[in-house]
């Protein structure tokens, strides 16, 4: 497969996962200034979780909810935005016709062309739950169509590393939001406002009845633990990477336990990290700080991907190429 193809259908899964998740966030904000007196105030910080707080500030400075919504939903200028994710995504497809279904390019199309209408006509605010529904929808059908309809090769492996990563990284941040931000005061732990916060971090990452069937009841080190740690449930961190690193070995030929490449060192090394951690010792020593670090090897795994499969090299010299780095 060329290297250009390869790093197309990588990020054209990355794109479509990234515009869920973005979906993801903004909903679970709606649905907790429903529940809370507290989420007001709590639209910018929804921003910080993208990493796109000096461009919210440029172009809309105050953080309401209708600016929020508008900048990570429908703003062109903003790289990370569901509009501009699936419109990169749909590019990238355009490339990968070669290897990719009919069908899923059909999907692709219609779901970005979908996102594009309600950019130019306009989300009413009482539809919003539904329309970010339907987003989350949109990439689920993409998911399925792809697993059933595209030969589970070369070419469907680089697919499921992009996806597996880009879900880790948005669960972990999910994480974040709530540990990190959205709880207003530490008098507030333990309060039905803080479960009402829990649950509505299980929600945003599809979790709530699978940690139900598991647990007797909301707990912060319970949900911790299930969203980074478990190895059933297909948003968990340690699932995903662990999708992520079979896929990897598949495409290098290396059987799993062994490594020949930068990338799988650095993502067996943070499959195992995951393996031997205990949520009572991530919690005691700081969750944030744990995300920050998992974030940041999760960005080096990416990097060695595109250094091992998608630098293009010139005779003599090497060249960068890196296409995507922007939206990273």
């Not at 790093?7 to 649905?31: K, P, Q, T």
């Not at 590393?161 to 931000?181: H, N, P, Q, W």
């Not at 700080?289 to 090299?313: A, C, M, P, W, Y």
Request: charged letters at 20%.
């Amino acid at each position: 497969m060329l290297s250009r193809t390869a790093e197309d259908i990588f990020w054209m899964s990355r794109y479509v996962e990234r515009a869920e998740n973005v979906a993801r966030f903004v909903d679970v904000n709606l649905n907790l200034m429903l529940e809370t007196p507290f989420s007001q105030q709590q639209w910018m910080p929804i921003v910080a979780t993208t990493g796109d707080e000096k461009l919210f500030t440029k172009r809309y400075g105050k953080a309401t909810q209708e600016n929020v919504i508008q900048f990570l939903t429908f703003e062109e200028e903003n790289p990370n935005s569901i509009i501009s994710c699936l419109r990169a995504a749909r590019e990238n497809a355009r490339s990968t016709r070669e290897v990719t279904s009919s069908e899923m390019w059909e999907q692709l199309n219609t779901f970005y062309l979908f996102v594009a209408d309600a950019a130019r006509h306009g989300a009413r605010i009482d539809s919003l739950h539904e329309f970010f529904t339907k987003i989350k929808e949109g990439s689920h059908t993409f998911n399925g169509i792809t697993d059933a309809t595209m030969t589970h090769g070369e070419a469907w492996h680089f697919l499921n590393m992009g996806r597996m990563i880009e879900r880790a990284d948005k669960t972990s941040r999910i994480l974040d939001v709530k540990y990190f931000i959205l709880l207003p005061s530490s008098q507030q732990i333990g309060t039905p406002v803080d479960e009402i916060q829990w649950a509505a971090v299980l929600r945003s990452a599809s979790a709530f009845e699978m940690y139900r069937k598991q647990n007797a009841r909301i707990s912060p080190n319970g949900i911790v633990d299930f969203l980074l740690f478990n190895l059933e449930f297909p948003r968990a961190v340690r699932y995903s990477l662990g999708a992520a690193r079979q896929s990897l070995h598949a495409v290098s030929g290396t059987p799993l336990g062994q490594f020949r490449t930068n990338p799988e060192r650095l993502l067996g090394q943070l499959c195992s990290e995951l393996a031997y951690q205990s949520v009572d010792e991530v919690v005691n020593n700081g969750l944030h700080e744990f995300i920050d670090q998992l974030q940041t090897k999760l960005n080096q795994v990416g990097s060695g991907i595109h250094e091992t499969f998608f630098v293009r090299r010139a005779p003599q010299s090497t060249t960068n190429g890196f296409q995507n780095a922007t939206m990273q």
